[in-house]
């Protein structure tokens, strides 16, 4: 089997720069063409070897798993509930009143609002207090934790997704 690995990790080394190319072209950021390239390596490393026996063309077969990966971004892409440029109007749109009557309660607004983020995996929270309180960017924020701008991202979306919902079950 690590003989296998040592296969895939030559063919994967071989062809990194290439594969990096190809993501850089049919994805819109940088660092989610970096992602889809380590994951290429991960799906590489799965592979049981009496599959890696069937497999005729490694080379092939690793533009295939690109190809596959390159359609699951694009339908993750096209799940995703909010783009970037969204965000700050999420945000507002949490803490802002909805009318005169909230005005008057913006003050429960925001207690219920800090105890849901509280209650986000300790991540999530950590991204958005990051993000929002201390103004960070999302490479700032990416450095600080050791993950992806794009994690980072993912981090908000989710957080922001779920304040959201949240408050939207309490009016």
Same mark, same amino acid.
Not at 127 to 142: G, K, N, Q, W
């Given at each position: ?15 990194? $720069?290439?594969?990096? /190319? ?10 989610? +063409?970096?992602? %889809? #390239?380590? *994951? ?9 070897? $009496?599959?890696?026996? /069937? ?10 798993? +690109?190809?596959? %990966? #390159?359609? *699951? ?99």
């Amino acid at each position: 089997m690590r003989e296998k690995h040592a296969t895939w990790s030559t063919l994967f080394a071989e062809k990194r $720069a290439t594969l990096s /190319n190809y993501f850089l072209r049919r994805v819109a950021h940088r660092w989610d +063409a970096q992602d %889809l #390239v380590q *994951e290429v390596y991960l799906r590489l490393l799965r592979i049981e070897p $009496a599959d890696a026996a /069937n497999i005729r063309s490694p080379e092939a077969y690793l533009f295939t798993v +690109a190809a596959n %990966l #390159v359609k *699951e971004h694009a339908v993750l892409r096209q799940q995703q509930p909010l783009g970037s440029d969204e965000l700050e109007q999420v945000v507002e749109h949490l803490v802002a009143p909805a009318n005169v009557e909230a005005d008057m309660d913006s003050e429960s607004r925001q207690k219920r609002l800090g105890a849901l983020i509280d209650r986000l995996s300790p991540k999530c929270k950590a991204v958005l207090i990051m993000h929002y309180r201390d103004e960070m960017s999302y490479r700032e924020i990416a450095e600080r934790m050791s993950i992806s701008t794009h994690m980072v991202k993912k981090y908000i979306v989710k957080g922001l997704a779920a304040c959201r919902q949240r408050m939207a079950d309490y009016e």
